[in-house]
Each structure stands twice: as structure tokens, then as C-alpha cells.
């Protein structure tokens, strides 16, 4: 089977840095994705992994390890609008499926 | 530049009830994918339609049928309606090719009675 593991709650000031970890076990691995999604809204993609390392976009970067299953995303000056739900998504062996965690939902503090 | 667009935004139905939920892709994009979202849970996937014909399939029951049109929208089907079908219903349209980034159109959050 496929199995994403997020942090359920995380919580952090603004001007803070915080690390969302996500362990995955999945059958294929053809990349990994991080979405953002506020309540109510659709996800929004914020970034792309298929290779080992770190991928920098901005306040955004996400790291990739496909040996240990692991991978995290760094969000860095937060502010109060980050306060949102933080997904991330494996697609397995195959083109298009995507297997989503729960996802980690990210309050920001004044 | 059109992003995903969803219709409607908002449906109430009763049990036993048929719904039909409709998606138009991003603009250049040919690939639509499917995806049910209970309360607090991660997006699960439905199906994916490519050239018209349904390219993959998650574990949902035959209740749930989808189309694909030759400009690329989509309808998604749901028959014989369930209180657990309440549900934020997602598409995502993406390129078919080596990254297949989808996005996210804003969803039909789906009230079943």
C-alpha cells in the first residue's frame, strides 16, 4: 500500500522559520509535490522534488531524500497569511495519480 | 491565462440522488484528474481521463463515472448518492509529460442529506 505521513498541527510566529517533515512508503516514486491549501480553497502547488537535494523558490524550499523516504518543506519569514493546511503529495510508479497525507495544518502567531 | 474551472460551487442533495460535477482544465492542459476531500483528510483520488478514456482509477466504487470531452472537459458522476459522498470534490488538470504538475481547480463542496 501507499502511505504518506505528515504532522497533523504545527504552530509559529511570524518572522519565524518552520519545517514541515513528510515520510512516504509508496510502491513507485516519480516525484513529490507540496501543496498549500486555505480553508475552504483548492490546494496550490508550491513545489516539485524528483531529484535528491533542495529546491529554493523564494520563502519556499523543499528537500527531497528518496533513499530514507523523507522529505520537508522550510517555510522561512513567516507571516500571519501562511496560516494554512500543508500537503504533500507522492505520485507513484505511473504518470498522474497522486497519493496525498493528511496534511499539516500551520497556524502563524502574531 | 484561464486556470481550472469548477460548477457548480455548492450542491445539496438527498440521498438516492444523482449529481454530475463539471470541470473546464487550464488552458494548454489535456490531462484531468479527480479527487474526493473529506473534512480534514488529504485529497483521495477518483480517476484520470486522457484522451477521452479513463486512464486510471483509485478504490471508488462503479457509482462514480466520469467523461472527458474532445476539448478537454470533464464531467465527473456520482449515482445512488451517500451521506459519506459529502465531500469537497477537486479537479486538477495537468500536461501530460515528464513533471505532470497538476492544479488545482477551486472545487464543489458536495452536501448530501
Known amino acids: 500500500g501507499q502511505n504518506i505521513d505528515q504532522p497533523t498541527e504545527m504552530t509559529a510566529t511570524e518572522g519565524a522559520i518552520v519545517q514541515i517533515n513528510c515520510t512516504y512508503q509508496?510502491?513507485?516514486?516519480?516525484?513529490l509535490f507540496w501543496y498549500q491549501q486555505h480553508a475552504g480553497e483548492a490546494p496550490t502547488f508550491l513545489s516539485y522534488n524528483v531529484l535528491d537535494g533542495l529546491e529554493e523558490k523564494g520563502r519556499f524550499s523543499s528537500f527531497l531524500s528518496r533513499s530514507k523516504g523523507y522529505s520537508y518543506l522550510l517555510l522561512k519569514e513567516l507571516q500571519m497569511k501562511d496560516s494554512a493546511s500543508y500537503l504533500c503529495a507522492v505520485r507513484g510508479s505511473t504518470l498522474g495519480r497522486l497519493y496525498f497525507g493528511r496534511g499539516t495544518q500551520l497556524t502563524v502567531w502574531p | 491565462d484561464a486556470g481550472v474551472t469548477q460548477s457548480p460551487t455548492h450542491l445539496i442533495k438527498t440521498r438516492g440522488q444523482q449529481v454530475t460535477l463539471r470541470c473546464s482544465p487550464k488552458?494548454?492542459?489535456?490531462?484531468v484528474s479527480w479527487y474526493q476531500q473529506a473534512l480534514g483528510q488529504g485529497p483521495q483520488f477518483i480517476f484520470q481521463y486522457y484522451e477521452e478514456e479513463e486512464r486510471q482509477r483509485g478504490n471508488f466504487p462503479d457509482r462514480f463515472s466520469g467523461h472527458q470531452f474532445p476539448n478537454y472537459s470533464s464531467e465527473l458522476n456520482v449515482n445512488a448518492l451517500l451521506l459519506g459522498d459529502s465531500a469537497l470534490y477537486l479537479c486538477a488538470s495537468s500536461l501530460r509529460g515528464s513533471t505532470d504538475t497538476q492544479y488545482f481547480g477551486p472545487g464543489t463542496r458536495l452536501t448530501v442529506l
Open positions: 509508496t510502491s513507485g516514486f516519480n516525484g
Open positions: 488552458s494548454g492542459h489535456d490531462t
